[in-house]
């Protein structure tokens, strides 16, 4: 518990605003979750993401912080979220993309070079399928629905207060976290929005027990197993801020690369296509911007559910002795 208990507010109740709530009044503060929507996530684009704990995959392309925060923040989850699937995850190619395998394990660690045998014992719907794949038994995922539900509801017992449908900021605040996303823009103008499009699908002909990464030069795609035969497929990666409807060219490439991944997945129901705006800095590492009295915690990129636990834990850690990670932080004077 914290030695000073403060008011706090929170603007926001996508996974970043939510973990957010959950740290800072289980320390002991005054919190007050607010959002302008009437429902809780409606406008949240942690709503329609993968939710991979994925820190060594993520190494691939992202900067060194990210696995690092990835790396403190799934015990966090582990801890707070009784419902997450700690089964590793998988990456394959066709054997024409051998080469970008090759590659994705030259840039990645902490992974075991199986071969199809191997393949068809952890995923037994894979058999035949592919010669060889990478497996991250480190790794782990989640439904981002309950998770944001259940994080929402830890907070709540914690004591944090939630006021939906407002914008307004209690007179008492001694400080704001700002965690509204791309909705921030118009403050933090390095902001911008990378479009991403998913696909829900179902069906019970097959199962998987991990994500799977299916790498391809053009069109690379990953699969995420939910409760009750559902997949969420994603995504593509579009640097716009338009949030128009998932297009037919994108439809067609996701439910294309699914089917390239197991036939099965010809069959499965089409549940829902969404496409949402990932806020995100140019450099794609998540800030903490200081100024004065309101903390922007904003441009998680597509690492929301994997680092939002370290980040709520930084903000805490800041507010009680001024400590930053420079690596996140940004003091504005």
């Not at 990210?66 to 799934?74: P, V």
């Not at 393949?119 to 038994?137: M, Q, Y």
């Not at 539900?149 to 939906?164: C, R, S």
């Not at 829900?200 to 991990?210: A, D, G, H, K, V």
Request: aromatic share 8%.
């Amino acid at each position: 518990m914290s030695e000073k208990q403060l008011n706090i507010t929170v603007r926001g109740t996508g996974i970043v605003g939510v973990w957010q709530a959950f740290v800072l009044a289980s320390k002991g503060h005054n919190v007050t979750l607010v959002s302008k929507t009437r429902e809780p996530f409606s406008e949240a684009s942690s709503w329609i993401a993968g939710a991979m704990l994925a820190p060594f995959c993520e190494t691939e392309s992202a900067e060194p912080i990210i696995r690092r925060l990835g790396l403190q923040s799934i015990p966090l989850w582990q801890e707070a979220f009784p419902h997450i699937e700690n089964n590793g995850s998988l990456v394959v190619a066709q054997p024409r993309d051998t080469s970008d395998l090759k590659r994705f394990a030259r840039q990645t660690s902490e992974h075991t070079t199986l071969d199809a045998v191997q393949l068809e014992k952890l995923e037994p719907d894979l058999a035949g399928r592919f010669r060889t794949g990478l497996f991250f038994a480190g790794e782990a995922h989640l439904q981002p629905h309950w998770a944001l539900a259940h994080i929402l509801q830890k907070a709540a017992d914690a004591g944090a207060k939630t006021k939906f449908g407002s914008t307004d900021v209690p007179a008492n605040s001694d400080y704001v976290i700002d965690c509204r996303g791309i909705a921030a823009k118009d403050e933090l103008p390095n902001l911008r929005g990378v479009r991403g499009e998913m696909a829900i699908i179902r069906t019970s002909e097959i199962s998987f027990s991990r994500p799977i990464r299916l790498l391809h030069p053009r069109f690379p795609l990953y699969m995420v197993p939910w409760p009750e035969n559902y997949f969420m497929i994603g995504a593509t990666v579009i640097e716009s801020d338009d949030t128009a409807p998932v297009s037919v060219r994108s439809g067609l490439e996701l439910l294309g690369s699914a089917y390239g991944l197991h036939p099965a997945f010809g069959e499965a129901e089409i549940i829902k296509l969404s496409a949402d705006i990932r806020p995100s800095f140019p450099d794609n590492i998540p800030k903490i911007i200081v100024r004065d009295k309101v903390l922007h915690v904003n441009g998680l990129y597509r690492h929301g559910f994997l680092t939002s636990p370290a980040l709520a834990h930084y903000v805490a850690d800041y507010l009680e002795t001024k400590a930053v990670n420079e690596e996140v932080f940004v003091v504005e004077h």
